[in-house]
């Protein structure tokens, strides 16, 4: 069975200050994928980034960027120079694949970070 | 576009009454998911189609029924609403490079 744990329930940053959030898996299959997704207080979820199984390369963009290792089943999301409006709770996820190799889209997701950035 | 919408957004039901949550995307997207998060926690796969007329279970199917008559629309039935089925509800479809788009979530509460 997949799971996804999110070891820290809550942080607490001031602003400008860097902040990394831990995720770390376990699956049984070759091919998958991680996710991370954003709930702010609002409560809608919006999409941040999809990385598959086979692509260990780390990704940046803008403020954020996120490490994937294989080797330690982990996906850490950074963010640098915290601001207010980071605030949110942040889901890491897992998929499954298919037999062709794409993501099936049925998501485990891990409880959540919750992250208050103050002013 | 609208993307994903679902209503209603609140809701309160007796136990033992029934109801069905409505979601529907604009974006043509084959793939649609019901989730339902609890205070504190991640979200569950409850219900999942992959097209019109093709709907499978996820993790935490029991109370629920589910059906997909067109692309656009994936409605979610409670059928004698438990006290346990108070919840978030968030209708997600699934865009081409596998990211979900999730509706703003319906809240329940059934006492």
């Known amino acids: 069975a997949q799971k996804v744990t999110q070891a820290q329930t809550e942080i607490s940053v001031v602003e400008k200050e860097d902040v990394t959030l831990d995720c770390v898996y376990e699956t049984r299959d070759t091919t998958y994928y991680l996710f991370w997704y954003k709930q702010p207080p609002s409560g809608e979820l919006v999409f941040l980034i999809r990385?598959?199984?086979?692509?260990?390369q780390n990704e940046i963009s803008g403020r954020y960027s996120w490490n994937f290792q294989k080797s330690t089943s982990s996906f850490n999301f950074t963010i640098t120079a915290s601001q207010v409006v980071d605030s949110a709770v942040y889901f890491c996820?897992?998929?499954?694949?298919?037999?062709?190799?794409?993501?099936?889209?049925?998501?485990?997701f891990g409880q959540g970070t919750i992250l208050t950035v103050h002013p | 576009n609208a993307g994903v919408t679902q209503t209603p957004k609140f809701r309160i039901l007796k136990i033992g009454q029934s109801m069905t949550l409505q979601c529907t995307q604009d974006m043509n997207h084959n793939y649609m998911y019901w989730y339902r998060q609890d205070p504190g926690m991640g979200l569950k796969l409850i219900y999942y189609?992959?097209?019109?007329?093709?709907?499978d279970k996820g993790e935490v199917p029991n109370g629920y029924n589910v059906s997909r008559s067109t692309t656009e629309d994936f409605p979610l039935r409670l059928e004698l609403a438990a006290p346990s089925q108070t919840s978030v509800y968030f209708c997600?479809?699934?865009?081409?490079?596998?990211?979900?788009?999730f509706g703003p979530g319906t809240r329940l509460t059934v006492t």
């Open positions: 997600a479809s699934e865009g081409l490079e596998n990211e979900q788009y």
């Open positions: 996820a897992l998929s499954e694949a298919s037999a062709g190799g794409t993501s099936y889209g049925k998501l485990t």
């Open positions: 990385r598959n199984s086979f692509d260990e």
């Open positions: 189609s992959v097209g019109a007329g093709i709907t």
